[in-house]
């Protein structure tokens, strides 16, 4: 299947909990690093079999080990995906978790 290619600068990062919900519209200061794992080529679309890494400061966030929260990625035409996950009982403050 041929997918679309997202361009990593046009994409909006929405954290929810129980709690609150916080956006990352692009250039938002909480948008700490998108970093490429894999690319493939020297433009900033994201494509198939390509792997991006993006950082998000979550500090104001408050999210507690054994909390669920998801996070949503829209683009810029409004394509979204999302992951919800629990944070691991064992994870300490300010430590890089990897969400598949």
Known sequence: TDLAAVDM?????TIT????SVAFPPGDPGIKEIAWRYRKDNNDLLEAGEVVTVKLDLLSMEIQRGETFTIAM???DGAAASLTRT??????????VELF
Not at 17 to 20: F, L, P, V
Not at 87 to 96: E, K
């Open 87 to 96: 944070i691991p009982a064992g994870v300490g403050r300010n430590v890089y």
């Open 9 to 13: 600068g046009g994409v909006v990062y």
């Open 17 to 20: 909990t129980k709690d609150a």
């Open 74 to 76: 829209t683009t810029a």
